[in-house]
Structure formats: C-alpha cells, structure tokens
C-alpha cells in the first residue's frame, strides 16, 4: 500500500462502509486517515455503540465521522439515534446523499411522533435521494416534505400508519418506479397515484379489509396482501401479478386488459367466487397460474369452489406452461361433469409442468381420472408433481387413494412425482 500513489489509495479506501472499520483505519497512519474522506458510503450496524463509554454521544460520534467526508453518498444507520441527531447529519450531506437507510425504531414511541421536527420531518433535508429505506416507523402525522422528485426507490418495513399520513408521503415521491410497504398495519383505504410506477409489493397487516386503488399505467410487477377490494384500471404493461388475503375476504378485483400478464397468483382462505372468476377470465394469457384459494362465498359461510369445466379452462388459457393447482381448484376440476365435452381433436398446447396439492380423499376416482387427463392431453408436459398435504381423514379411504396416487406414479415415474 505506502508504493501506490495516493489517489489509487484513495479509491480503494473508497469502497469501505462499515463505521467501526473506518474508525480503526483512520489510526493506521496519516496517509491513511488523509484517504478516508473520500469514501462514498457510511454503515453503522445496531451494535456499532455496545460497550461504547466515550464522553460523546452517539449522535456527535456520528456527526464527527460524516462531517470528515467530502461527499458522502449513502448512510445506513442501524443503531438508535434521536430526531435531533439525524437532522444534524442530514444539515451536512443532505445534499450530496443518494440512499438512505434508517432503522427508525419508533413503532411504539408515540411521544417520537410528536416531537418537532419529528425524524421523517427531518428526512426532507435529503432533497437529492434516490432510494429511501426505513424500518419500523410510526406515521400518524403527514410528514413535512417537499417533493423528492429525484426519489425512485422507497421500501417501508414495519409500519402503523394512518391513511392520510401515508398518502402525503407517497405524494412528496411523484417519481417513485419503486414501491415496497411491507408490515403496514392500520391501513384502511388506501389510494396510490403514481404514473412512473413500475414494480410495487403492498403488505398490509391486520383484519385483511383494507381496500385499495393503484394509478400506475407503467406497472409491471404488483404483489399486494391483506386488501378485500383491489382497482387498478391501468394495467396493460403488467407482467406479473399476485393477490393473497390471510385474515380476511377478497370481495372485490377490478382491473383493466391483461394483455401483457406472464405469471398470475392469488392466494387466501375465501374469496367470492365473483372475484375468483374475474381473475380466471382476465388472466388468460397467463404463462404460470398460481392458485390457492380454500373456499369462496359472499357471505361468512365457507363453500366450496363450483364445478369448472376442464376442456373450457384450457381452452380459455392456452398459453399456460405452468399450473400450481392447490386443494379447491383441483377439486373443482375433478368434478363428474368436468370431463364430459372433451372432443377429439383438445390438446393443452403448451403446459410444462403441473404441481398439484391433493388434500382429501374424497372423490378419488374423479381425482386420478383428472391426473390421467392431464397426461394425456398435455402433450408437452415434462413433470408433474403431487403434493399430499395434511389429509384429513382417518378413513381407510384415504390409504387406498393413496396407493392408487402411487400406482399412477409408478406408471408414469418418468414424469411423475410424489411430495
């Protein structure tokens, strides 16, 4: 290292990030301690003050460490600061800084939430930001910031939120293409307007009725949990997307054409049968098929999936090259009727691959005959796999489905599987 010239040592000292690393090389020599306030990245992980008895603050250790670099272009601080400390911070690279990452740690703090200027008031100074990352947050209050039009990337993790907070913030990121809330609990109607929208993944936590409408004409990837009422008319870049509900009922899905959709999932224990249809239909030129859906039902009372034809479903998904089929969709093709307008000439063009799980015995003859077709008609399918999750039966029944499923796999080991 002392033969290298001092800007190829400068550039490789660059590229250090972890505060406790920095600090130590800072004491190595002069040359080194020179180099150090050209590097572009400051990590401190949660632990980075254990142990820590200096007469400074954390706060003033961190102050000291960023006021000694040029221009610092992203911060990610994992260990507990105050409002007044970040806003110290961000009053000197505030301008220079592209990604910022805190750990908020005030998801039960409500006196936090209340101080003035509170730490997501104290974020705006950060004008210049591409990616925001922040970590358990309490967002009761609007926070005060202006437009972070540079702003494309913004991930929440662990959240209570009220709505018109949340909508304030995501209003002050016009620009965002990047949209991750994952853990947001108190959510009840929430409406996102973002026109350069292009990937968004929604998680909110609770009773599962928040209900939500998405503007994004450019989306291309929508993954959303916990909502019973989805809009979303502009969808015709969408590629892939994913609807699920764990503790609640999906009511409701409208979207616009599908044209462009490759991957479809939607997941939960009831949706209305309305809703499951609607999806089927606008999925059509869906490449993998995703479903687990227990019961359907518009009302409290769980019922089963109606019949579906097997010959119609095809038929309406014929780009379909993989089909993950859960307990109530197999069921649904497995019934008498299903198979009765098979005509000579149907094939499933292009169906690769088949995962089915089977929960229950019950109508075991129909089941194999559907396994059966399946081969039969998928002329390029290349594997198949059954799962037997949880049967719930302690009839001998459930024995001798299985010895039949093992028998089919046997006959068809090249392509068959048992989970």
């Given amino acids: 290292m002392e033969s290298l010239p001092d800007a190829i040592v400068q550039y490789i000292l660059s590229y250090m990030n972890n505060a406790r690393d920095v600090a130590v090389c800072n004491c190595v020599s002069k040359r080194w301690k020179e180099s150090l306030p050209y590097i572009r990245s400051l990590y401190f992980p949660r632990n980075s003050f254990d142990n820590y008895w200096q007469s400074d603050s954390p706060d003033k250790v961190v102050w000291k460490m960023i006021s000694s670099i040029v221009r610092l272009e992203e911060l990610v601080v994992y260990n507990p600061f105050t409002s007044a400390g970040l806003a110290s911070w961000l ?40 990616t925001l990352k922040l970590w358990g947050i309490l967002m009761t209050k609007s926070p005060r910031w202006d437009a972070f039009k540079k702003l494309l990337n913004l991930e929440i993790v662990g959240a209570k939120v009220e709505d018109h907070a949340l909508s304030a913030a995501l209003q002050a990121c016009p620009n965002l293409t990047n949209l991750l809330l994952l853990g947001c609990e108190g959510a009840r109607s929430v ?72 991957f479809l999932s939607i997941r939960g224990v009831q949706w209305c049968w309305d809703a499951v249809s609607k999806m089927l239909q606008l999925g059509s030129e869906a490449k993998h098929l995703y479903m687990k859906v227990e019961f359907t039902g518009d009302s409290e009372t769980l019922h089963p999936f109606p019949e579906i034809d097997f010959v119609d479903f095809f038929n309406s998904h014929p780009k379909l090259q993989k089909f993950d089929i859960h307990g109530a969709m197999f069921a649904a093709l497995c019934q008498k009727n299903s198979l009765k307008n098979v005509e000579s000439g149907f094939v499933i063009p292009c169906l690769e691959e088949v995962v089915i799980t089977v929960r229950s015995p019950l109508n075991a003859e129909q089941k194999l005959t559907t396994l059966d077709s399946l081969l039969k008609y998928g002329k390029n399918l290349k594997s198949m796999v059954i799962r037997i999750l949880q049967m719930r039966s302690s009839h001998s029944s459930a024995d001798d489905f299985f010895d039949e499923i093992y028998r089919f796999k046997c006959v068809n080991h090249k392509m068959v599987r048992i989970e």
Wanted: aromatic residues 6%; glycine residues 6%; hydrophobic residues 35%.
């Fill in 91 to 130: 009053s000197l690279t505030g301008q220079s800084l592209k990604h910022l990452e805190l750990r908020m740690d005030n998801l039960a703090d409500y006196h936090s939430c209340t101080e003035s200027p509170s730490k997501l008031d104290c974020i705006g100074a950060a004008r210049n930001l591409e």
């Fill in 191 to 262: 409406s996102i307007d973002l026109p350069n929208l292009e990937h968004c993944k929604l998680d909110f936590y609770g009773s599962g009725n928040c209900s939500l409408a998405l503007s994004s004409p450019n989306i291309e990837s929508f993954e959303v949990q916990g909502c019973s009422w989805i809009r979303a008319p502009q969808t015709s870049c969408l590629r892939k997307l994913s609807i699920a509900n764990n503790a609640g009922k999906v009511y409701m899905v409208d979207f616009g054409k599908l044209a462009a959709l490759e």
